[in-house]
């Protein structure tokens, strides 16, 4: 098998030959992989990963034009993305982590909502799509187009999360323009990576905290699971055959079934801390496939080689039944981690025998 074929059989639930690895280093640790690679810059390429990005529709902006909504000025250094969201730089102490500003936060009525400037990404140019989708595909690898913050986060990250949610509760014609917006820009993206030709589109919204679920299953079921099902099946409308990841940090184990009923394969991280692989997988395994699962708060940081890999190993096995799990880091792996605990996570994944 190529690595795609493997990664894509393993996904959905047929027989595969290896364990895949996966994950994603913050700056700090790109340069110590740097240092301990003699200076190679893809860690991607060097330890064998399955899977390659497809850039996202391309449209021009002009983030000078946001500034009017950030009337008492940005940091030096702040950048604006491509919804009008600041983006201002921390302490040294933050490192690559930053403060949003919610253009949106001050304003008052649907008028002015509704005169916001959103992106328009049936106006990009998405022509680089499919020829890279095809340079992947010759490289044996698998092609995914990465849409997360699909819905809920690009929504709140504009209008600021008390605000949205004041708005779903009491200003329902402020809530439903802005996510209607939102969902109609992730339809328009994600058919464009579907004709592309891509294997695996990964959505999502973070709609867990750590302690529980962020909104009740009732809100969710009014405001977001309609919107999401738009948008899947309008990828499916392209190809059905497409894996469908989602992406949500923290407890969503209530949520779970209303994803498999938007049409879901795949659900990321399943965070350790405070979800149960083993009573998920039990409940969920012939339904669903799963990426992550390995602590980024406990496993990585703060457990010993000897342990990342009993933790790898632990999860493997739990998935024996139906397969489906693509193990791996559950998030960004952050200055803390011990390179050689990454180390132990790649030769985990090498060493175990899949039959």
Avoid at 6 to 34: G, K, M, T
Avoid at 196 to 216: E, F, H, K, T, W
Avoid at 276 to 290: E, V
């Amino acid at each position: 098998m190529t690595k795609r074929e493997n990664l894509l059989a393993l996904l959905r639930r047929e027989p595969y030959e290896e364990i895949p690895v996966d994950f994603s280093l913050c700056p700090d640790l790109v340069e110590i992989f740097r240092e301990k690679t003699g200076g190679q810059t893809d860690y991607a390429a060097y330890f064998g990963m399955p899977w390659r990005g497809v850039a996202d529709i391309r449209l021009p902006y002009d983030p000078e034009a946001y500034r009017k909504f950030y009337p008492g000025g940005l940091k030096e250094g702040s950048s604006i993305d491509i919804w009008g969201v600041a983006h201002e730089p921390g302490s040294e102490a933050a490192r690559h982590m930053t403060y949003m500003r919610n253009p949106m936060r001050e304003m008052k009525d649907l008028k002015e909502i509704m005169a916001y400037p959103f992106p328009d990404f049936s106006k990009g140019d998405a022509s680089h799509q499919k020829r890279q989708v095809e340079e992947i595909h010759a490289q044996g690898l698998a092609a995914s187009g990465n849409m997360q913050c699909t819905i809920w986060e690009t929504a709140w990250y504009m209008r600021g999360m008390e605000n949205l949610m004041v708005d779903m509760s009491c200003e329902p014609e402020i809530a439903a323009y802005i996510f209607d917006k939102v969902t109609e820009q992730a339809i328009i993206r994600a058919q464009s990576f579907a004709k592309a030709g891509v294997d695996i589109i990964y959505l999502g919204d973070d709609i867990g905290m750590q302690n529980g679920p962020m909104m009740s299953t009732d809100m969710y079921r009014t405001w977001l699971k309609p919107r999401l099902k738009k948008v899947v099946d309008a990828i499916r409308e392209i190809n059905p055959h497409i894996l469908v990841f989602y992406h949500s940090c923290g407890t969503v184990t209530e949520f779970i079934p209303d994803l498999i009923d938007c049409g879901i394969d795949v659900l990321n991280p399943i965070q350790s801390e405070c979800m149960d692989f083993a009573k998920i997988y039990r409940t969920y395994g012939g339904k669903l496939s799963f990426h992550g699962t390995i602590g980024t708060q406990t496993t990585m940081p703060f457990g010993t080689p000897q342990e990342v890999k009993a933790q790898v190993w632990k999860n493997l096995n739990i998935a024996k039944k139906y397969g489906g799990l693509f193990v791996a880091p559950t998030h960004l792996l952050e200055p803390e981690v011990p390179w050689e605990n990454i180390e132990a996570y790649v030769e985990a994944c090498r060493e175990y025998r899949v039959k």
